[in-house]
């Protein structure tokens, strides 16, 4: 749907997206760029002005950095824990670096913010499914986190854009307290998701780890990371949540405009057919 169409100003007039208009991103000015189109990318009348290469900038290459470390430490999780561990930390501790690196230079991106996410929920989706093989017992228990942790950052960033948030840390003040804390708080931010990686790292290395002190301070590690653990999935709960609730009251929305429109129409036919039979009247009388 093109910004000039009338359900497109209807939307916007009565605050809540269409159905059609749920299909785009919004850009940070509120208007809708729709997916695939030269309308998402038009630069014409710009020539002016070169575009940066998005791609090169120094937040995203450290997104490309923490991809490939997280794809070697796949490589070497079946036989090699060590090596293993120090990639795929190093690669969450990054996760960290790109923030920096994008408010540093003021290289903030909706595509980094998006490979942001996604390396995110493929990183743990991995290691999560590594550990339901080796824990055969808990296999069903890391399948439903690996769920919740997708569905509900996913629900979360469609109800957000949806919403014409221009990031989906933009929670409005309607959001549950402690989600808008988790995410208006960096710190908080930073060590649940650090938490919640080490509890599942340290868990992987408890399953192969030989030498013993390094065994024993990861069980220290376990117990102390697993309380975060349960609150980063209390906060994925809430997201779901949150983000369902959202999505129903754009719907419910949605579904009250066509009810509107359908009255008006109505009204409209019925008044051109008074009109019509009166005028049908006033000729027979002649």
């Not at 695939?36 to 002016?48: C, K, L, M, Q, V």
């Not at 996913?154 to 919403?163: A, D, E, K, N």
């Not at 709960?237 to 509107?260: E, F, H, M, T």
């Amino acid at each position: 749907m093109t910004r000039g169409s009338p359900d497109a100003s209807r939307s916007r007039q009565s605050g809540s997206p269409s159905s059609r208009d749920t299909d785009s991103l919004i850009d940070a000015n509120g208007g809708s760029r729709a997916y695939g189109t030269t309308e998402s990318a038009d630069i014409s009348g710009r020539e002016d002005i070169t575009p940066p290469n998005i791609y090169l900038w120094l937040p995203n290459l450290i997104g490309y950095v923490r991809v490939a470390l997280a794809i070697v430490s796949l490589y070497f999780m079946p036989w090699h824990p060590h090596y293993a561990t120090t990639l795929y930390t190093t690669s969450c501790l990054l996760d960290a670096v790109d923030g920096l690196a994008a408010r540093a230079f003021d290289q903030s991106t909706k595509f980094g913010a998006v490979l942001d996410m996604v390396t995110d929920r493929c990183t743990t989706t991995c290691l999560l499914c590594y550990l339901a093989g080796a824990y055969p017992n808990w296999a069903i228990a890391f399948q439903l986190l690996i769920s919740l942790d997708i569905s509900s950052h996913y629900m979360h960033m469609y109800s957000t854009l949806s919403q014409g948030s221009a990031s989906h840390k933009a929670l409005p003040s309607t959001a549950n307290p402690l989600l808008r804390l988790y995410y208006s708080s960096r710190a908080m931010l930073f060590w649940t998701c650090f938490g919640n990686e080490a509890c599942f790292v340290v868990l992987y290395m408890l399953r192969y780890e030989k030498v013993e002190w390094i065994a024993t301070a990861a069980t220290v590690v376990l117990y102390i990371s697993l309380p975060i653990c349960i609150l980063k999935q209390i906060l994925n709960l809430l997201q779901l949540g949150g983000a369902c609730s959202s999505l129903v009251k754009i719907d419910q929305a949605d579904w009250i405009d066509k009810q509107r429109r359908r009255r008006a129409e109505g009204k409209e036919g019925v008044a051109g057919g008074a009109s019509g039979s009166g005028t049908g009247r006033g000729k027979g009388r002649r």
